[in-house]
């Protein structure tokens, strides 16, 4: 894929902004028209993305009923035209629907123009969900994958959740196999913490790892984030404005269906809520100063950790997905991000990010020689 810069013009102007929408909301949706999405280095094994990625899995899982087929296509061709390349799903979305989406997105010349990032490792038993990092589950997740794509070639593959009973160096070493084989280009790590982050790398190098992280959820920046930074791997933030609540703050909670998963997050119950809209008041405050819109704001916020930081924020609408472009614009003073940081301390945010042992937090695996290979 060109490195050149890519710039979002006037492609489907009929979706930039909702009729009913004020004046206001069209001079954001155009201002977000004229902003350049630049290249950035992911990692340091080779890897090249747009400096801002777009999660898929709300277009067909956990946030209420699946969305039109046709209008999520020409969301992903619009994002693509856009700039924003990094497309990012996994087989645990739907299941296999999102993979199976993106793979009819994808036709027509258009994998030529993407950079596609999935997952392995979750399935869901009676609603719960199960791990796996055993090597004849990673290959048949991989040709699962590849299959319902319809690529020849994952650029970056990752484990979405570590498997607890399996050594890590076993599920990299047969990620590397993989590699060495031509079927994915580069490995990340979802939710893992340091100390398995490490041990991965030393087997093979970890282009990438996924975490959560937004004003909101900072909970990776102790250990996690310098372990990257000291091995020189990519960070790529997942839920960056915070589930959708930096974008509409506890209004968020009267527009999304009973099948949400939201509804039953800890930091989205009613309790919680009333004390964390605070804090969206406050974003919403400063972006009224800034002249953006407070999801442009939290966004910006994480585009400013730094320049191996790649945001996925997800969408389903055209619209919105304008307006987080537009937050590429947004420049932040160390006064200013420091002012943002003021106003979601750990003790302000009331109720866990998610089920703490499905994160990192629960992600050390027994050492190798406990191992015993059939």
Not at 61 to 84: Q, R, S, W
Not at 234 to 258: D, N, Q
Request: aromatic share 8%; proline share 6%.
């Amino acid at each position: 894929m060109s490195p050149n810069i890519l710039k979002l013009s006037s492609i489907n102007r009929v979706y930039l902004y909702p009729s009913a929408s004020s004046s206001r909301s069209k001079e954001l949706a155009m201002a977000a028209a004229s902003v350049s999405v630049p290249r950035m280095k992911l990692g340091s094994q080779g890897l090249e993305v747009s400096a801002q990625g777009l999660g898929c899995m709300g277009m067909s899982a956990f946030y209420g009923p699946p969305k039109p087929e046709p209008d999520m296509i020409a969301l992903v061709h619009h994002a693509v035209t856009a700039g924003v390349a990094f497309l990012d799903t996994s087989d645990l979305y739907g299941p296999h629907t999102n993979e199976l989406l993106l793979g009819k997105a994808l036709q027509g010349g258009v994998r030529e123009k993407v950079d596609l990032a999935t997952k392995f490792g979750v399935s869901l038993v009676d609603g719960e969900p199960h791990f796996r990092g055993d090597p004849a589950y990673v290959r048949a997740a991989c040709e699962g994958s590849l299959r319902r794509l319809g690529v020849d070639c994952i650029d970056l593959y990752y484990q979405h959740r570590i498997d607890t009973r399996v050594p890590i160096e076993v599920t990299i070493g047969e990620l590397k196999k993989l590699v060495e084989e031509g079927k994915i280009k580069y490995i990340g790590l979802s939710e893992a913490s340091a100390s398995t982050i490490r041990r991965a790398h030393a087997v093979h190098p970890i282009t990438a790892v996924q975490l959560e992280w937004s004003l909101w959820s900072r909970d990776a920046e102790e250990h996690i984030i310098p372990t990257c930074r000291e091995l020189g791997i990519g960070i790529v933030a997942y839920s960056p404005l915070g589930r959708g609540f930096f974008t509409s703050g506890a209004k968020l909670m009267e527009s999304i269906s009973e099948s949400d998963i939201r509804k039953n997050m800890p930091r989205f119950q009613p309790g919680n809520l009333d004390n964390n809209v605070k804090i969206f008041e406050r974003v919403n405050e400063m972006a009224k100063r800034k002249g953006c819109t407070p999801s442009q704001l939290a966004l910006a916020w994480v585009h400013h950790q730094g320049r191996d930081v790649c945001p996925i924020p997800g969408t389903t609408k055209i619209y919105n997905f304008n307006q987080n472009v537009g937050a590429l614009s947004v420049k932040l003073t160390q006064d200013e991000m420091a002012e943002l940081e003021s106003y979601a301390t750990a003790g302000d945010v009331q109720g866990d990010r998610a089920q703490m042992n499905y994160t990192w937090m629960n992600s050390e695996t027994p050492p190798l020689s406990s191992w015993k290979y059939e």
